[in-house]
């Protein structure tokens, strides 16, 4: 590309959000810095801190690594990573120790997918989860999805990482710093219009000036480019997701190292919310996600250093207040938001970082090559991250409606019918009729859809409700959550009984058969860390209380 031609971007703010979206960039657009043919710079200010907690995140982060040119274990070396294949979640059904996991792979099924309903159908003995996968077990086991061999063990084993979130951002800022991404640490002072909508320049400290084609607003909930700028609206979502704070607490290694390097994220709930558990190298990261209305910060810290034990009495904890919902537009103008400054939903299901991940692949995917068609690409853009929003709300909603916790009040508040989204009721109602399947998500199940539905899109205003989509989750997730939580909505009568038990059986065995010859083929989580990342095992100390 001719430089006179050559694109600019800035991004501001530099946590995960904004890294990742220069190392994104970077890798997509100019070939991992090789072909440079758009200007990337990134300024942080010194002066604000990163809300960095340790993170879990999903397997979509994978294609983020490849795409940027990112090396796995050097990666996992330098952001204290460990390997995630599932969440568990502890005493959502009831507070009385059950538990159930969403693990990240399921055993491949026919071209009709049946598992669901012959489990409903048989006594129940095995969890659901457990007869259509083998990662719970393998979490119990301790085992790592990967292999020190070249992988021969059927399919591959979906994963994902926990990691320090402030290593992370600092990776990725050395990586693409390397690669051609300028770097600046300075204030933004002020923001210069070109009109109403767009933005010409930004001026920085020591009276500099960045000019460039698009601006991306990484800076976290102060949104100063598309809230305070450009004011887009936010729509709140307070009332589907009644957290509102998280109390966290790092907890490091030579505090306590329970002896074990789990392969998966805890999800605790506790009377006013959930705890997550993630375990990193050196340390745990554990968080109490929690709402201020039926909670007061100091009994949250007394039951978060309760779940913990007396070990950490003198482990510091801070406070980090959100608000669920998201901008009304991702891209307005010339702008773009990504992470939290366009949105934050509670990450019970570890999509924070996805949400930024999500941002970065979709602009790279409509980057704007010139101003001509930029609305028209503004338009898709929205459209799609309003979907994700609100497909993630949704499943989120699901865990908590679905409990049977009548012990406080704030368990017996959500399951309250203006609690839980239009979407949602309108699955459950139709599950009652029939098992759940992936045509389900490839439809609106909620009402005045219909109605709805704009005339005409000249105006590049879209009026529609958002719809379902199957791009995160599968039904096999949903079916995870809702046999997790003891749901069985449907009696069965909507499937064929000639093909009951067939699939079931089947997949069973295979999942079976996997977790047998497991132990022989997969090394521990503990010793694939020690070849990967030369992990050395602290002294065990004593385990959480609220592992028991």
């Not at 939580?485 to 079976?512: H, K, N, W």
């Amino acid at each position: 590309m001719n430089d006179t031609n050559k694109r600019s971007v800035v991004i501001v703010g530099g946590g995960s959000s904004g890294w990742i979206a220069a190392a994104y960039l970077n890798g997509a657009l100019n070939d991992q810095g090789r072909q440079p043919n758009i200007d990337i710079t990134l300024v942080e200010s010194l002066d604000v801190p990163r809300i960095s907690v340790g993170e879990a995140t999903i397997p979509s982060i994978l294609h983020v690594l490849e795409v940027a040119g990112i090396d796995e274990a050097e990666f996992v070396r330098a952001t204290d990573a460990t390997y995630k294949q599932a969440i568990k979640y502890r005493n959502w059904v009831g507070n009385n120790g059950s538990s159930y996991y969403h693990p990240f792979t399921r055993a491949p099924f026919g071209p009709i997918d049946r598992s669901g309903y012959d489990w409903a159908l048989s006594d129940r003995t095995i969890p659901y989860m457990e007869t259509v996968s083998a990662q719970p077990a393998l979490c119990e086991m301790g085992l790592a999805p990967k292999m020190l061999d070249p992988w021969n063990f059927g399919a591959p084993l979906h994963y994902a990482f926990h990691m320090n979130a402030e290593l992370f951002a600092d990776y990725l800022r050395d990586f693409s710093v390397v690669r051609g991404v300028k770097h600046l640490r300075a204030n933004v002072t002020d923001v210069e219009m070109k009109d109403d909508k767009r933005i010409s320049a930004l001026a920085i400290d020591n009276d500099k000036r960045l000019k460039a084609d698009i601006f991306i607003d990484c800076t976290g909930f102060a949104s100063i480019l598309m809230a305070k700028k450009l004011n887009v609206d936010y729509l709140d979502q307070s009332q589907f997701l009644l957290c509102d704070r998280a109390t966290v607490m790092p907890i490091p290694y030579d505090v306590a190292y329970p002896g074990e390097m789990r392969s998966y994220t805890t999800s605790t709930a506790l009377s006013a919310g959930w705890i997550w558990d993630i375990p990193l190298q050196s340390r745990r990261a554990i968080g109490y996600v929690h709402s201020s209305e039926f909670i007061s910060d100091e009994s949250a810290e007394r039951e978060l250093r309760a779940y913990e034990g007396a070990h950490a009495d003198n482990c510091e904890t801070r406070i980090v207040d959100f608000r669920v919902g998201w901008r009304r537009k991702h891209w307005e103008g010339n702008c773009i938001a990504i992470g939290l400054a366009g949105g934050f939903i509670e990450p019970l299901e570890s999509t924070g970082l996805y949400l930024s991940e999500l941002g970065a692949v979709m602009l790279a995917e409509h980057f704007p090559y010139s101003d001509e068609h930029m609305d028209k690409l503004a338009f898709r853009y929205n459209r799609i991250l309003q979907n994700r929003y609100y497909e993630i709300l949704d499943f989120i909603n699901l865990h908590y409606c679905l409990t049977k916790r009548e012990d406080t009040e704030f368990w017996r508040e959500v399951q309250k019918p203006e609690r839980i989204t239009d979407r949602i009721k309108a699955k459950l109602d139709f599950w009652q009729y029939k098992h759940p399947s992936s045509a389900d998500l490839e439809d609106q199940f909620f009402p005045a859809q219909a109605q709805s539905l704009s005339a005409a899109n000249s105006s590049l205003e879209d009026r529609r409700p958002p719809v379902d989509t199957a791009k995160l989750w599968s039904h096999y997730s949903y079916e995870c959550i809702m046999y997790g939580m003891d749901y069985v909505p449907f009696d069965g009568g909507a499937s064929p009984p000639d093909l009951a038990g067939r699939p079931r059986s089947m997949i069973q065995q295979r999942v079976s058969k996997r977790v047998q010859a497991a132990p022989q083929r997969l090394p521990t989580h503990k010793d694939y860390l020690r070849h990967v990342a030369g992990f050395q095992e602290p002294r065990i100390g004593p385990k959480p209380i609220g592992w028991a």
